[in-house]
């Protein structure tokens, strides 16, 4: 009985308590359906404009339909939308829509602070019923979005209680909704947010139209400002490079071997920025091995004026370079020195620079940033990482806020990664680092001498590649990834940091952790390929014209494991990660720099012969398997058709001899071939195999004396 008394007594509390919940969302859907003649769509169409697309409404192009957000009538022929901040190149028109009724419209006014425009009709809305705002309503308060949701337009109203926060910084505000129409419980219009949120006090309240507004005349004037200060502010940079090195094989010395457009280029356009102080920041993101073949810079200012400038220093976290101009040049940017969190929701002017070799384009619009975000180590920036921002944004005085950047990648996350997007730094950032420049720079991404161009760093290993089989059968399957990683050393070269750490052949190498880098560098021979044997015993039946084309019997100097670690700059300090008789054993190291090497060494051509030699290096000398202090230079180049071609000499033989004379070097070489009269003779090894080859250093035609 008691159970029964008690369960009847609490369906009358829920039943009680029931229906002041139902008279609260009768009252809602009154407050929605009283507000409907005021809710409108505001549809762009959109169109691609030469090849691009815009950043926003691309289902909606692709799909050929129009892309729509909600908006607010607040005059019978006026309505205030949240900021589409589409470049205009892309808005074939604008039409507002409230039920079947459709008239077309145009942007009228952009908010100095507040996310919205104001958008001018034709013709006002046969329905329509502006709002009337009355910022002396008390709460409580309704909150009424109007917004598409599941391919349905919706109207939602719900209670608006936005709670109080307080940012670290001390700020207090109140988070809300996005577009947010703000009602009393009558449905009577108090004020509307669209900055996603509202201050503590009530400065909130009120009609949108009393907010400031740039007017179109006001926007276009800013922006052809903006245009004129950029053309002396940004200008376009060339870089001037000498050619790659060719290296045996018929490959150039790009990254790893490669033939990337930037690792082959001679000749690199980028977009500059002009400081104080007669220097120039240049947006460029180049590699060391690249930065070493650049021999001049050239600014290119308005009016055809040429400035060289030089080479000053690589910034070692983002991808830019620093140069000192010869002249200083008119027209350096202000850099903002107000804080970065003051700039949210504020309109500001951008420019977007595609570079297309000598030429470019510029694109300028206004833009906004309604919250930061972190980044790499906790730092601020202005967008957001899935979207890519290339723009520079100033604020309406004329002062740089922010600029794209991307951040300089760690060599162990570049190789799985070729690039990063640029984001939108603070120029507060910029500006510190500018001046500690000395600090900032990587002294390892520098320019070289021709001669010093070819500079490697190396531990001493020959590594092969593991592989599955190899991986599962030493046990360090689940250390590599099944051997996707990792490498057997095959030899280690006496006295190289190898040997002096006490690394073995036979051991496996797994990875490198550098200092200062998080990540590991994976142990990955991405160029390793197995070509089989030379083919020293088809030489002679192999056409002229193949010779380039041979790659070295010996595993290059050069491969993706030495370009890593040089990279990571001589210096630097690392750690390598060995497994070690079913353990994994870690030994300290230094980048240090690799001895001579066979693209590095030193070669003379001999243009009378139509050859050209190199010195013995150490990876060549194991190879033939000649102690230091043998005599031999290696042939590296026969032209076709000369005369050391017709004798029969071929790429990769070694001249131990001129007229019977030991030649240690190529100097030595090449006085030996001066002095040696009418009739050379080369004393010449290709392998194991010895002969002498016989060449008049005269024409036949020509007469002895």
């Not at 290059?556 to 070690?580: C, V």
């Amino acid at each position: 009985m008691r159970v029964r008394l008690f369960f009847a007594v609490a369906v009358l509390l829920v039943v009680a308590g029931c229906g002041p919940t139902r008279t609260a969302v009768e009252k809602q859907a009154a407050v929605a359906d009283a507000l409907a003649p005021s809710l409108v769509r505001v549809q762009y169409t959109l169109r691609y404009d030469k090849g691009d697309e815009p950043d926003a409404g691309t289902m909606e192009l692709k799909e050929e339909r129009p892309w729509a957000m909600g908006g607010f009538l607040v005059a019978p022929d006026e309505v205030v939308a949240p900021d589409p901040q589409v470049h205009p190149r892309f808005i074939e028109r604008i039409t507002v829509r409230l039920g079947d009724d459709v008239v077309p419209a145009r942007l009228a006014g952009w908010g100095k602070r507040h996310n919205a425009v104001r958008i001018r009709l034709d013709a006002p809305l046969e329905a329509g019923v502006p709002l009337a705002f009355d910022a002396s309503q008390k709460p409580p308060y309704l909150g009424v979005t109007y917004a598409e949701r599941g391919a349905t337009w919706r109207t939602t109203v719900k209670p608006f209680e936005p709670p109080v926060s307080i940012s670290e910084t001390g700020r207090r505000y109140r988070p809300t909704l996005r577009s947010v129409l703000v009602v009393d419980a009558e449905g009577t219009p108090v004020g509307l947010s669209v900055n996603g949120e509202i201050p503590v006090d009530d400065s909130w309240k009120g009609s949108p139209l009393d907010w400031p507004f740039y007017t179109t005349d006001e926007r276009t004037r800013m922006l052809a400002d903006t245009k004129k200060r950029c053309e002396r502010a940004l200008p376009r940079v060339t870089f001037h490079l000498r050619s790659p090195k060719r290296v045996a094989g018929g490959r150039y010395g790009g990254r790893y071997g490669g033939r990337d457009e930037i690792d082959t280029a001679t000749e690199i356009h980028a977009t500059g920025l002009l400081l104080e102080g007669g220097r120039i920041l240049v947006f460029a993101e180049l590699k060391p091995k690249v930065t070493a073949r650049l021999e001049s810079i050239a600014v290119h200012a308005p009016g055809g004026k040429t400035v060289p400038a030089k080479f000053v220093g690589s910034l070692a976290t983002y991808g830019c370079l620093v140069a000192e101009l010869e002249k200083p040049l008119v027209g350096a940017v202000a850099l903002s020195e107000a804080p970065v969190r003051d700039v949210r929701q504020e309109l500001l002017l951008m420019i977007d620079i595609r570079q297309h070799g000598e030429n470019r384009t510029a694109y300028f619009n206004h833009g906004r940033f309604d919250r930061l975000n972190l980044g790499w180590r906790g730092q601020l920036y202005l967008d957001s990482l899935d979207r890519d921002q290339r723009v520079f944004a100033f604020d309406p005085a004329g002062s740089l806020v922010a600029m794209p950047l991307p951040r300089r990648q760690k060599v162990a996350v570049e190789r799985r990664w070729s690039s990063v997007r640029p984001r939108l730094v603070p120029v507060a950032r910029v500006r510190n680092i500018l001046a500690n420049l000395a600090k900032h720079t990587d002294p390892s991404n520098v320019p070289l001498s021709e001669a010093t161009e070819q500079r490697l760093a190396w531990l001493g290993v020959i590594l092969q590649p593991l592989g599955r089989d190899l991986a599962r059968a030493n046990g360090v399957a689940q250390w590599t990834n099944d051997g996707d990683s990792g490498a057997i050393v095959s030899y280690v070269y006496p006295d190289s940091p190898a040997a002096k750490a006490g690394v073995a052949a036979g051991i496996i190498l797994l990875r490198l952790r550098a200092e200062g880098q998080v990540e590991p560098l994976e142990v990955q021979l991405q160029d390793h390929y197995d070509r089989g044997p030379f083919p020293w015993d088809r030489m002679d039946e192999m056409p002229e014209t193949y010779y380039d084309r041979i790659p070295p019997p010996w595993q290059s100097a050069e491969n993706s494991f030495t370009r890593a670690l040089t990279d990571l700059g001589f210096g630097r300090r690392y750690q390598a990660e060995f497994f070690i008789d079913g353990r994994i054993v870690t030994k300290r190291f230094e980048v240090t720099p690799m001895p001579t090497h066979y693209e590095s060494a030193g070669r003379h051509k001999a243009a009378a012969l139509g050859l050209t030699v190199r010195d013995l290096t150490y990876e060549v000398r194991r190879y033939f398997q000649k102690a230091e202090g043998e005599p031999g230079i290696i042939v590296s180049k026969v032209e076709p058709g000369s005369k050391a071609s017709v004798a029969g000499i071929k790429p990769y033989e070694i001249v131990t001899h001129v007229n019977a004379r030991p030649v240690a070097d190529v100097k030595a070489f090449a006085k030996a071939v001066a002095t040696a009269g009418d009739e050379l003779r080369l004393s010449v090894k290709r392998m194991m195999q010895g002969r002498v080859v016989k060449m008049r250093m005269t024409p036949e035609s020509e007469p002895r004396p």
